[in-house]
């Protein structure tokens, strides 16, 4: 089943339909284009009568997959049940997606022998993090956690992803790990009686 989002600019612009008698257009909501929809869905209400439309499909109040072509824009037409034919031209809104920010994390230095302590992200609210070993890998070594162990020394790549819409951030954020080869001298702390 798709999962639809209403992009922040939909809300607004219903507000400006033009209504007619016969249809009024209560909203629109933009595909996921994070996820690869790319299919409107339009619900509105009408007056007894039929509604037909150029571009996808009507189901009772809604019209689901309408491709938005060159134009953005849907044809409605409605016909009463005296047979007479009005027509709205309803123009599509362009819905960018909300990306987060990427994640703020801190790199690593470690003596040799001490144990791994793990990367601490901070991320968007309503995001998480996925860890990678390159910046353009798509495969991550951990998903969905703002804290990762790495295993060994080296730069690794943190990306904040929303959870409901799976929109990412554009840029990783690198995250080095390095851990010096001489041991650390142990700083021991000892009395000293005058």
């Known amino acids: 089943m798709a999962i639809w989002y209403i992009c922040s600019y939909c809300t607004v612009y219903n507000?400006?339909?033009?209504?007619s008698n016969a249809i009024t257009v209560k909203t629109i909501i933009c595909p996921n284009l994070c996820k690869?929809?790319?299919?409107?869905?339009?619900?509105f209400e009408?007056?007894?009568?039929?509604v037909s439309t150029n571009r996808g499909t009507v189901r009772n109040d809604t019209i689901a997959g309408i491709l938005p072509k060159n134009d953005f824009k849907v044809t409605l037409t409605f016909t009463s049940v005296d047979s007479l034919v009005s027509t709205q031209i309803v123009p599509l809104p362009?819905?960018?997606?909300?990306?987060?920010?990427p994640p703020l994390v801190s790199s690593q230095?470690?003596?040799?022998?001490?144990?791994?302590?793990?990367?601490?992200?901070?991320?968007?609210?309503g995001a998480t993090v996925d860890w990678y070993a390159d910046p353009h890998s798509s495969i991550p070594l951990k998903s969905e956690t703002l804290q990762f162990t790495p295993t060994q020394?080296?730069?690794?790549?943190?990306?904040?992803?929303?959870?409901d819409t799976g929109c990412t951030s554009i840029a990783s954020t690198p995250v080095v790990l390095e851990i010096k080869r001489a041991?650390?001298?142990?700083?021991?702390?000892?009395?000293?009686?005058?």
């Open 153 to 163: 020394a080296g730069t690794y790549y943190a990306r904040s992803r929303y959870t």
């Open 36 to 43: 690869g929809e790319s299919a409107y869905l339009l619900v």
């Open 109 to 125: 230095s470690l003596c040799a022998g001490s144990s791994i302590t793990p990367f601490k992200a901070f991320a968007t609210d």
């Open 15 to 19: 507000s400006a339909f033009a209504q």
């Open 183 to 194: 041991v650390c001298p142990v700083i021991g702390i000892r009395k000293v009686r005058k």
């Open 46 to 50: 009408a007056t007894t009568g039929k």
């Open 94 to 101: 362009i819905c960018d997606p909300i990306l987060p920010l």
